[in-house]
């Protein structure tokens, strides 16, 4: 038996890539190969971006300085010293004790949107009624002295607040001690803006001054309480009024 090729006829190097035609196509070898290129690229920066969000949220998640080590199985565990577990417990209940106060803000704005029957920002002021024998009080109409104040009209009281989400008022009213209620002539303030006015007296002798920029705002409040206090409209301003 021979154990030659037999009649297979072998052609030396001719399955041998041409390199003339390569050559000849230089845009082709270019467009083929840069997609390598940009995957690579692009992997590398999504790499960098996910190793800098690890990092951020490690920040975030983990106390300053907090010790890390390596047990024997090869995972990573955090060693917290007594005085280290103290302090974040008391973290912990410091935010929840925020949170609870939050809450409570919340539910008490939510209240009085639901049952005042008005409530606002007004700039308030006080002044005394003169008694008699008193001299007359100084002329204080050029005295900017306002305050910012949230009122609300809730029930037989007026409240007012220092801000919205206080839960409880710096100063009160009833309706049933409020003996005069009427407008007050307009005013400007320093900067420029035209306010509106009226006043509140009390059987005390305390008169609550209040004002505004919008002059709807304080028709509204003059009529809601000249209603709910049964007063007229047609009330002067007491002495030492502006």
Same mark, same amino acid.
């Given at each position: 038996m021979d154990d030659g090729l037999g009649k297979i006829k072998v052609i030396s190097n001719h399955f041998k890539a041409s390199t003339s035609r390569v050559d000849s196509h230089p845009s082709l070898t270019s467009s083929v190969s840069q997609p390598q290129i940009d995957d690579s690229s692009r992997s590398s920066s999504w790499t960098r971006r996910k190793l800098r969000s690890a990092a951020y949220m490690l920040n975030? %998640?983990?106390?300053r300085r907090m010790p890390w080590s390596s047990s024997n199985d090869g995972q990573e565990k955090v060693v917290l010293s007594a005085l280290e577990v103290e302090s974040l417990k008391s973290e912990l209940a410091d935010l929840e004790e925020r949170e609870a106060h939050?809450?409570?803000q919340l539910e008490n704005v939510d209240q009085i949107l639901?049952?005042?029957r008005l409530s606002g920002y007004l700039y308030i002021r006080t002044r005394w009624a003169v008694l008699p024998g008193e $001299? $007359? $009080?100084l002329d204080d109409t050029d005295v900017d002295d306002w305050l910012p104040r %949230?009122?609300?009209f809730q029930g037989p009281c007026l409240f007012f607040y220092l801000l919205s989400t206080d839960l409880s008022p710096q100063d009160s009213?009833?309706?049933l001690d409020i003996v005069e209620i009427g407008p007050l002539p307009s005013f400007t303030r320093e900067d420029e803006e035209t306010h509106y006015a009226f006043y509140i007296l009390t059987r005390l002798g305390l008169r609550y001054e209040c004002s505004?920029?919008?002059k709807i705002q304080v028709d509204s409040w003059l009529s809601a309480l000249q209603t709910d206090c049964k007063l007229g409209s047609d009330a002067t301003a007491p002495n030492g009024s502006m």
């Amino acid at each position: 038996m021979d154990d030659g090729l037999g009649k297979i006829k072998v052609i030396s190097n001719h399955f041998k890539a041409s390199t003339s035609r390569v050559d000849s196509h230089p845009s082709l070898t270019s467009s083929v190969s840069q997609p390598q290129i940009d995957d690579s690229s692009r992997s590398s920066s999504w790499t960098r971006r996910k190793l800098r969000s690890a990092a951020y949220m490690l920040n975030l %998640f983990t106390l300053r300085r907090m010790p890390w080590s390596s047990s024997n199985d090869g995972q990573e565990k955090v060693v917290l010293s007594a005085l280290e577990v103290e302090s974040l417990k008391s973290e912990l209940a410091d935010l929840e004790e925020r949170e609870a106060h939050l809450k409570a803000q919340l539910e008490n704005v939510d209240q009085i949107l639901r049952t005042a029957r008005l409530s606002g920002y007004l700039y308030i002021r006080t002044r005394w009624a003169v008694l008699p024998g008193e $001299p $007359p $009080p100084l002329d204080d109409t050029d005295v900017d002295d306002w305050l910012p104040r %949230f009122v609300v009209f809730q029930g037989p009281c007026l409240f007012f607040y220092l801000l919205s989400t206080d839960l409880s008022p710096q100063d009160s009213t009833l309706l049933l001690d409020i003996v005069e209620i009427g407008p007050l002539p307009s005013f400007t303030r320093e900067d420029e803006e035209t306010h509106y006015a009226f006043y509140i007296l009390t059987r005390l002798g305390l008169r609550y001054e209040c004002s505004s920029s919008s002059k709807i705002q304080v028709d509204s409040w003059l009529s809601a309480l000249q209603t709910d206090c049964k007063l007229g409209s047609d009330a002067t301003a007491p002495n030492g009024s502006m």
